[in-house]
C-alpha cells in the first residue's frame, strides 16, 4: 500500500479507475492554454515583423542614404 499524498509512480498508475489523487486538465483549461498559445504566437509574429522593418530603416540610415522611407504609389 502506498502513503497518502504522494504522487504516482507511473502514467498508469495515475490511470487506475481506483485513484483519486490524479488531476486532469478540463476541455476548458486546454482550450485557453491554446488559445493563449496562439495569440502569443500571432503577436511575436507582428513584433518580428515591425522589428524587420525597423532594423531595415536603421541600415537605411546608417548608409546615408536619403530616400529610405515608405514609398507610396498614386491609384
Do not use: H
Amino acid at each position: 500500500m502506498k502513503p497518502e499524498g504522494r504522487p504516482p509512480a507511473s502514467p498508469v498508475e495515475a490511470s487506475k479507475p481506483g485513484n483519486e489523487d490524479a488531476q486532469y486538465l478540463s476541455t476548458r483549461g486546454l482550450l485557453i492554454v491554446f488559445g493563449g498559445l496562439a495569440v502569443a504566437l500571432v503577436l511575436g509574429y507582428f513584433l518580428v515583423n515591425k522589428l524587420v522593418n525597423i532594423s531595415q530603416e536603421e541600415d537605411c540610415a546608417l548608409a546615408r542614404r536619403y530616400n529610405c522611407g515608405a514609398v507610396e504609389v498614386p491609384r
